[in-house]
């Protein structure tokens, strides 16, 4: 039974699933975000510590975009702006997301002016870079390429610091001079008193379900790529983001 729970940039899901009985039947399957920079930048009621890791299974990138109407084509032409005196309004799902750190931390870099515009989630983020509502957006890969495929939005970089294999033809922002790593991780997680042997049935599971070729199809549709990892190799990646974010958080100024 899936159960979806919104709100928070994805911290009132985490909230309830830290508190859920430690079964094996109550799960958290989350991207990365409400364990790795929501705690820095909201008041949450869990650490990553309530939680053991059963699997990590998939990464993609943010991807900015803007209207495939706009005056912009590039990210040379965006930084172009730089001694225009203009104020560029950039939209993503929420303040802290991987989609608001990855253009602060870009704009701020390019020594440029910009305004944040967080929108209630990266659909309505990406109506609003539709409806010309802001001047750039960024998102998920599958929350854009619907729109880049019917010729309304244009791409201009992804974030990871390799050319992402599914959009092999769109730049990262580290090739333009902008050493952004922010791959967005999904992970399958259970309450931290889980017995031991709960959480090793469950890891064998679903790292058997992560070899299958219904996974990987899964996974290509939805432009996302693997990264199968145990729980504790997961629980390890996920401590390493989140001392990583704290410092670029601090470093943009988005915390103290």
């Keep these: 039974v899936i159960v979806n729970k919104a709100g928070g940039s994805g911290t009132v899901g985490a909230t309830e699933a830290a508190k859920a009985k430690p079964d094996g039947y109550n799960l958290f399957f989350t991207s990365s975000a409400p364990l790795t ?16 890791l059963v699997v990590g299974v998939s990464t993609e990138p943010v991807a900015m975009a803007v209207k495939s109407d706009s005056k912009w084509k590039t990210l040379e032409d965006v930084l172009k702006e730089k001694d225009s005196g203009m ?101 399958l997680l259970a309450p931290k008193d889980t017995p031991d042997e709960i959480m090793a049935k469950l890891e064998e599971a679903f790292l058997e379900a992560a070899k299958t070729e219904e996974f990987t199809k899964f996974l290509e549709s939805t432009y996302q790529v693997p990264q ?29």
Excluded: C, W
Excluded at 37 to 52: C, E, G, I, S
Excluded at 238 to 246: A, D, F, I, T, V
């Design 228 to 256: 199968i990892l145990n729980g504790n190799d997961a629980m390890g990646k996920l401590k390493e983001e989140s001392n990583m974010y704290n410092e670029v958080l601090k470093e943009i100024g988005l915390i103290k």
């Design 87 to 187: 104020v560029i309004k950039h939209g993503q799902s929420g303040t802290g997301t991987f989609m608001h750190i990855a253009q602060t931390y870009f704009y701020k870099k390019a020594g440029m002016k910009a305004d944040s515009v967080p929108f209630q989630g990266g659909n309505p983020a990406v109506t609003a870079l539709l409806g010309g509502h802001v001047d750039t957006g960024a998102a998920l890969p599958s929350e854009l390429l619907p729109h880049v495929e019917a010729g309304t939005l244009t791409l201009l970089a992804v974030s990871t610091p390799e050319r992402f294999g599914l959009l092999p033809d769109v730049p990262t922002f580290k090739e333009k001079g902008f050493d952004l790593d922010i791959g967005v991780g999904k992970f």
């Design 37 to 52: 920079t929501q705690p820095h930048v909201a008041d949450v009621q869990y650490k990553l510590d309530d939680f053991r």
